[in-house]
């Protein structure tokens, strides 16, 4: 068995089909023994619903903790209040606490009043003074698109982690050595909380373009040159997403990090073979 720890990502099925990967990809990568699991949460708290209720199924085929994420822009504390309460109830104490996304047709000053969290420093306060909860935050190796620089950024990470964070995941990346230039900077800045790598297998690297767009994270030249003239989400290209997955986290395991959280996108091989290549062994259930 591998001494690297792992843990998965999954997200709320919005049809009968996304609900048939879902929990055909939940149980197959259960089995390789995660640290613990999470489910997203939508803009605004669209798929909250979606979210409990997807954590509720899963404990019921698990004891494996279990994660919810949850952003507080656009919803009011005792909204959020509420919702702690009813994860708590249902077994979930650990929280993945980020801003969160606008709802379509708004703006950040629709949010500004006393019943709003102004920053997430706040609401992990708030967190921490509600229950006994773990919180993990997020953080970007390149930047997050709204912040104005990488130091400001970091700063904003300090101060997540000082309202009482005791983990932090990042965002995906395919250079490794963004991952180990951003500790350095983080450790320089302060940051002594645990940073695990958030790794993202390539299941369709069009849609891959598009969202790394959107978020800043960089695809390197290399891995476009990898897709080139295969087809978008074809057994070949599996084949290169599996095999790239592999090197990234055999290289940073060999570098002395000791968790790697994998954003599944709800489907089970590529991690399953990584989990795998690093020596961890499925388990019948």
Same mark, same amino acid.
């Given at each position: ?11 709320? *099925? +919005? ?14 990568? $259960? ?26 199924? $899963? ?12 952003? %507080? ?17 249902? =077994? !979930? ?15 950040? /000053?629709?949010?500004? =009043? ?22 993990? !935050? ?6 997050? *698109?709204?912040? *104005? ?6 700063? @904003?990470?300090?101060?997540?982690? @000082?309202?009482?964070? /005791? ?15 951003? !500790?350095?900077?983080?450790? +320089? ?5 645990? $940073?695990?790598?958030?790794?993202? *297998? ?8 598009? %969202? ?14 990898? %897709? ?24 940073? !395991?060999?570098?002395?990090?000791? @968790?790697? @959280? ?24």
């Amino acid at each position: 068995m591998s001494q690297t720890t792992i843990s998965y990502e999954f997200f709320p *099925p +919005k049809n009968d089909a996304m609900a048939e990967s879902l929990w055909e990809a939940v149980p197959a990568l $259960m089995a390789y023994g995660p640290k613990y699991m999470t489910c997203t949460y939508g803009a605004g708290g669209s798929t909250k619903g979606g979210t409990l209720e997807t954590l509720q199924k $899963m404990r019921t085929m698990t004891d494996i903790p279990l994660a919810a994420h949850l952003s %507080f822009l656009s919803t009011t504390k005792a909204d959020l209040d509420e919702y702690l309460g009813k994860l708590w109830d249902n =077994g !979930v104490h650990h929280i993945v606490a980020l801003r969160g996304d606008l709802p379509k047709g708004t703006s950040f /000053d629709d949010f500004l =009043g006393d019943e709003y969290y102004a920053y997430t420093y706040d609401f992990i306060e708030a967190i921490k003074e509600k229950n006994d909860f773990k919180v993990t !935050v997020g953080a970007y190796p390149e930047k997050h *698109p709204d912040a *104005p620089t990488l130091d400001a950024d970091i700063e @904003h990470l300090r101060k997540k982690c @000082h309202a009482g964070a /005791d983990a932090i995941t990042t965002q995906y990346f395919f250079d490794n050595d963004v991952y180990f230039d951003f !500790v350095e900077q983080c450790e +320089k800045a302060g940051i002594t909380t645990p $940073m695990q790598p958030g790794l993202m *297998p390539i299941h369709d690297f069009e849609n891959l373009k598009r %969202f790394s767009a959107r978020c800043d994270a960089t695809i390197p030249q290399w891995l476009h040159e990898k %897709f080139e003239g295969l087809e978008n989400g074809g057994e070949d290209a599996q084949k290169v997403a599996t095999d790239i997955l592999i090197l990234q986290a055999e290289d940073l !395991v060999s570098k002395g990090v000791s @968790h790697l @959280h994998f954003y599944s996108m709800n489907k089970a091989p590529i991690t399953s073979e990584v989990c795998e290549a690093l020596g961890h062994k499925a388990e019948a259930a």
